[in-house]
RNA sequence: GUCUCGUUAGCUCAGCUGGUAGAGCACGUCACUUUUAAUGAUGUGGCCGUUGGUUCGAAUCCAACACGGGACACCA
């Protein structure tokens, strides 16, 4: 059964096709708009206080789709809506050619469609600014119907996966997504105006690089290779730091072959940002200044709900993680460097670990289990132990801890910052353990990258470096909880009439 | 990956302890020249997610599967 079989798809396809018949194209090549809705209501919205509460010198084309139709015999009232606003046009049959209202309008125009309609601005008797028509064309017939009127769109999966009908429908996801496009280009300024240089690196990795996760597998024909699609830019930047560049940035989507849920879509956008001659002291002040430049663009109030809660963006604190332990998450001094205590502890809260891991790795599960969901006003959490930071450089006083920090909004990790590490023997012998790791089972442990090792191995100036994630972040500023709210066609199962291309033998 | 809830008309949803399917909106027809989810009258519209089982009989009970939501686990 396809699509077009549905009978009110039919039914409106007969309307079309009556459309055609009466000399009327139901896909008009041109529109004669010259104005949008929203400039419409504020030029006029003077009219509201004129004594005639109409000006018929004045006159616009306005265009969109159709949202409400109320016929009322001989005249009509329609909602209709183009991306700034939804506007009420009042249509008569006086006003329009000999035979027009009843033969055509009230016959074959209905909600879903795209008009033009043109004419004066009037007030009505309840008030609302609205547009009397004296010309209507009809630009685009929709065949087929809209969702109900009043309750909208509201399943989930077909607001995902038919986003084009969410948007239609749902008003306040446009919202979402001119946010969104809004941070980005927010940011891509911010970071310009500071002197750095927006860069593109290959997303078709020879070896999948730069962060701890299972990547997508591709194949290039001409050359006989597969390709991973990547799961981080890091070792490009950093290969551009020593290069010269002293400043480096790009915004773009990273692929992981893992699971999905509210806060993981396959792909995903981030920035990543490399800054020579500095280090992540520097990081802090330079995102603490970057969430002054959003919130100040935005517009927003620097008390933000989530959820259930409210984040103070004027109060961004910092603490070193061992310390947050006691001082936030409750838990006794004297046993956050104890390994056997620590295990005791966690055991006795209800969490499992295993008797494998090492101090470093158990004051970060201590992390996670007692501070890390109450960390709701922003917060900078800082030197890290060395064994759960790969990549980080040591501290130069204390070398069990790293030069880093992660930044905690809302109980979630939103930014992930350290100094970088360019010592070319250490990142090789960390390479080497990762091998390691891999050869014992670990699917998620970094390949080795000899190039990567080669370019530091010429001179890296001391460099700090950070990774921001673009759709999580969005979602705190606009109060969204799922990451498919914040992605305009986020990942989806295919569905079971949906073949999979390589069981096809189609070629372009 | 595990647990849990859901899937009924184009959309939003009812449908009890099993007895051949209901409403509102939309759509068709009629009335109506200032309505606001317009209103009134009237009519059309269903593989009850899929497959199997129990039963004289299944939208309803059971099982498996598919898709989706939520929670947990891993990650960003």
Sequence with gaps: MSFFDNKYIQQRIEKADALKAEGINPYANDSARNTTIDKFLNVNSDLAHAETKR?????????????????MGKASFLKIEDESAMLQVYVT???LPEGFYNNVFKKQIEVGDIIEVEGFPFVTNQGELSLHVDGFKLLTKAIAPLPEKFHGLTDKEMRYRQRYLDLIMNSEVRKTFKIRSQIISLTRRFFEDKGFLEVETPMMHPIAGGANAKPFVTHHNALGVDRYLRIAPELYLKRLIVGGFEAVFEINRNFRNEGMDATHNPEFTSIEF??????????????????????DHLKLPALLPYGEMEVDFSKFTEIPLIESLSAIGGVPEIIVHDKEKMLVYLRENGFEVSDSLNVGQLQGEMFDAFVEEKLINPTFITMYPVEISPLARRNDANPALTDRFELFIAGREIANAFSELNDPIDQLGRFEGQLEAKAGGDEEAHEMDEDFVRALSYGMAPTAGQGIGIDRLVMLLTNEHSIRDVLLFPAMKPLKHEMNPSDEDEEE
């Design 55 to 71: 000006d018929e010198s004045r006159h616009y084309c306005v265009a969109g789709r159709i949202k409400f139709f109320r016929v």
């Design 93 to 95: 049959r006086d006003n």
């Design 274 to 295: 490399y800054w020579a001659y500095k280090t992540y002291k520097d990081l802090i002040a330079l995102t603490k200044e970057y969430f002054e430049y959003l919130f």
